[in-house]
């Protein structure tokens, strides 16, 4: 799909304000967060664009939302444990928090993102995340 300008440089405004905003911890040094970083953001551009491609080629009522649900539910907290998370360490209502999160929270709002590129672009869907990471610290600041 060919991207609007108006999309493109919207993209490009966003991206210039999250540079702005982590601008000061680049210097820190956490290559394999940076990696990390960059490969999610490439692997999501890729599942959206997938989702949008498949949507259009297969049935409308093809999903995935089982898988996501799954995933979100089982697969993180397996690979959480396996890059040395230490359960133990979680007490009580911080427990119960992180339980809802990813039996929850999770698993609604990828699924959700997973139904997006059927009707939106593939880049506005991606847009709307980008316009999440920027504006999370504003909704922080005014609600402390």
Do not use: K
Request: aromatic share 8%; with cysteine.
């Amino acid at each position: 799909e060919r991207i609007p300008l108006p999309t493109g440089l919207a993209i490009v405004g966003g991206v210039g304000a999250i540079a702005i905003v982590f601008a000061w911890d680049v210097s820190s040094g956490n290559a394999t967060g940076y990696a990390c970083a960059v490969g999610a953001s490439v692997l999501l551009g890729a599942f959206f664009t997938l989702v949008r491609v498949a949507t259009q080629r297969a049935s409308p009522s093809m999903t995935a939302l089982p898988c996501i649900a799954l995933g979100c539910t089982f697969l993180c907290p397996s690979f959480a444990l396996a890059m040395g998370a230490q359960p133990a360490d979680v007490h009580g209502l911080d427990m119960m928090w992180l339980c809802l999160q990813s039996a929850v929270v999770l698993p609604i709002s990828f699924s959700l993102l997973s139904i997006g590129p059927r009707y939106v672009p593939a880049p506005e869907v991606a847009l709307s995340m980008l316009l999440e990471t920027v504006l999370g610290p504003v909704w922080v600041y005014l609600a402390l």
